[in-house]
């Protein structure tokens, strides 16, 4: 029997998917009566006992950050919804949302309602067109329906739904970069304390989640936490999506319980490329510490993942093949980090660049084995000294592939070269056209 | 260029979607860019009138944004992923072979003025990998000469429609009018899905 479950995804292959009618044919759009019939206390308790936690890659629990908004302080409260999927190898909500934008709506009016708030937004990143067609048409969908606006199922409830979309910066995925962003200003991480729970949008007590997340709610609230909590393992509670890419037959989105391995999704899935064997793999996105073929059987929950030396992250399981060069893998996202780097925080504007000249050198066979210590000394110096995580998943690919391959690096400098043909890596050499 | 008294009345209507009307820069940036096809010095003045700010706290904003381009690119802005997975599967021949093949580099335009090139990071599609965005629509799964073909087709002003988008790729200028927020009414175009989306409930209805 397959351990897979798919709730978010069960719907997706109806070809109207994405419509207000497929949603309301398939269920959709009965929890916020239920939630609505709730007290907002409540419905904060039952996400909290469901025991969900951020799926944008902190792995927060989503009750708790609910439970963190003042209430009866006369302020404006505000829902955010983070979007803005750009983390390299993530790719989950962007297709969540063409097929299912109003699982994503439902849950913003839920949690809106809980949290006291009259006025959400999503946050979306601005390079998916398409995406911004469907939640555009779908917000415009809910209104007509009476589903947002004033006095939602006349039960007094107002709240008013913005798409924001964003404009091509990694960085505004950080929720107080997102936030600077969406006040109007360049998208840089505030310093903590505050947190948005008590100075957000426009200083107001503000929740930021990310989609999936928010798009969980309205199964937890139909079906309940014991529904709930009966899938995943004892702190990773619930379903979740798990993104293949890379070297596999088949990649794609597999919804199952937290805690399958990656043994399982890849036998589920076909395997590693045919003819090849894995070398490296990220288990949430370029940010996670990468794993090797000895974690094949790491159960993927936050705290198994954890255990091991990397993060659950956003569960993007990028799986490169022996083809691959880890220096060039790792220079390219420290390339990616560098680009995104917002620029406030000194160590991580300036050691971001620093890293690339040093990988560059040693991809190209140049340098010593002294630049070795040099990158983690660097690494040392960026991790954990600027105000958001960026620097932090900078660091991540750097450490981590010093860790399991410290001799690939050495053979770069021993050959003067890099010793891979890049073509045995595309996808075009092993279809055979190009 | 002046801007007509309609296209005034769009940015009221943008800056009236927030509860304060700085938000509302970045959507009045997209939709210049719809207009003037990238961020003119007209736009920024005129954004910086309607919200109340300085030319230059507007400039910062857009120069922080890689959307939001300084100076034109093409009808078709072709985006090919080169952050690592795209990059290793592919994206880095078919970005160098682009490149060749309409003889400008990154960033360029052509001389006719129809397809632009840029290097993109991450579009969360890497199961689709390799993959190139036009006008940010996506076109999964490409090959050195599947590019080639879209880019020729799009300087004859006859590109492929996106794999996961609407039936006609659409403009710059036209898609920056959607980002800004303002609806062409294609959003029930296309396809809800492609193969890899689809894949584990396949898998979990007993698909082979």
Known sequence: MSKLTPVLSANWDQKDSFTFEAYKRNGGYTAIAKALSMKPDEVIQTVKDSGLRGRGGAGFPTGNKWGFIPQGDNKEHYFVVNADESEPGTCKDTPLLMANPHVLIEGIIIGSYAIRANHAFIYIRGEITHVVRRVQQAIEDAYKAGLLGKNILGKGFDLDLVLHVGAGAYICGEETA???SLEGFRGQPRLRPPFPAIAGLYAKPTVVNNVESVASVPAIINNGVAWFTAMGTEKSKGFTLYSLSGHVNNP???????????RELLEISGGIRTGHKLKFWTPGGSSTPIFTDAHLDVPLDY???????????????????????????????????KHE?????????????????????????RGSEADLDKLLDLCDNIMGRSFCALADGAASPIISSLKYFRQEYLDHLAAGKC???PMTATLFESAGVK | MAYTVEQVSIMDSIINRYPRK?????????????????????????????????????TAVSTFYTQYKS?????YHVGICTNTLCAVMGGDAIFESIKEHLDIENDGVTNDGKVSVEHIECNAACDYAPVVMVNWEFYDNQTVQSTKDLVDAARAGNPPAPTRGPNKLRTWKEN???????SDGLANEGVQAGEPTLLGLKKAKGGA
């Not at chain 1, 794609?252 to 990656?262: M, Y």
């Not at chain 1, 780097?341 to 066979?365: F, H, M, N, Y």
């Not at chain 2, 100076?71 to 009808?75: A, F, L, S």
């Open chain 1, 178 to 180: 997102l936030l600077d």
């Open chain 1, 252 to 262: 794609g989105q597999f919804e199952a319980p937290l805690g399958i391995t990656l």
């Open chain 1, 303 to 337: 705290e198994g993942v954890s255990a091991a030396g990397s993060m659950l992250g956003t569960k993007a399981l990028q799986i490169f093949d022996e083809t691959t060069c880890i220096v060039r893998a790792v220079l390219r996202w420290t390339e990616f980090y």
């Open chain 1, 341 to 365: 780097s917002c620029g406030k925080c000194t160590p991580c504007r300036e050691g971001t660049w620093w890293l690339v000249q040093v990988l560059k050198d040693l991809e190209a066979g």
């Open chain 1, 419 to 421: 010793p891979f043909d």
């Open chain 2, 22 to 58: 700085r938000s509302a820069i970045m959507p009045l940036l997209h939709f210049v860019q719809s207009i003037d096809g990238y961020v003119t010095n007209e736009g920024i003045e005129l954004i910086g009138q309607k919200l109340e700010l300085a030319t230059a706290e507007v």
């Open chain 2, 71 to 75: 100076k034109p690119v093409g009808d």
């Open chain 2, 176 to 182: 920056s009018a959607v980002l800004a927020g303002i």
